[in-house]
């Protein structure tokens, strides 16, 4: 199994900026591409940005493309997505997702059935 755990989530103002890690344990070997999505309340929760094992691959909602950079040391087994420039619009909780490896290290899944582990989350709020 793998664990996943997140951090750096809180409070800032329209305009600032957050660092949010996630950092994996457990069956580390086994993963591939990670990935982060958010749930905000009452909504589903939806993707937001994916990186390949090989970390050179990425991928992002339209909604945070120039604002928002995922990343990762595979050495630390940690991802990390890096939000500027937040809006109200990106309160929600965060989830660090991981895959498990099957073929290739350069995909960046957007699914949430193409994720086999999740984190427990952690609140992003933006106040206006």
């Known amino acids: 199994q793998v664990q996943l755990l997140e951090s750096g989530g809180g409070w800032v103002q329209a305009g600032g900026s957050l660092r949010v890690s996630c950092v994996a344990s457990?069956?580390?070997?086994?993963?591939?591409?990670m990935g982060w999505f958010r749930q905000a309340p009452g909504k589903e929760r939806e993707f937001v940005a994916a990186?390949?094992?090989?970390?050179?691959?990425?991928a992002y909602t339209e909604h945070v493309k120039g604002r928002f950079t995922i990343s990762r040391d595979n050495a630390k087994n940690t991802v990390y997505l890096q939000m500027n420039s937040l809006k109200p619009e990106d309160t929600a909780v965060y989830y660090c997702?991981?895959?498990?490896?099957?073929?290739?290290?350069?995909?960046?899944?957007?699914?949430?059935?193409?994720?086999?582990?999740w984190g427990q989350g952690t609140q992003v709020t933006v106040s206006s």
């Open positions: 997702a991981a895959g498990r490896s099957s073929g290739s290290y350069y995909v960046t899944p957007t699914t949430i059935e193409e994720y086999n582990y």
């Open positions: 457990g069956r580390t070997f086994s993963i591939n591409a």
């Open positions: 990186i390949s094992g090989s970390a050179t691959n990425t």
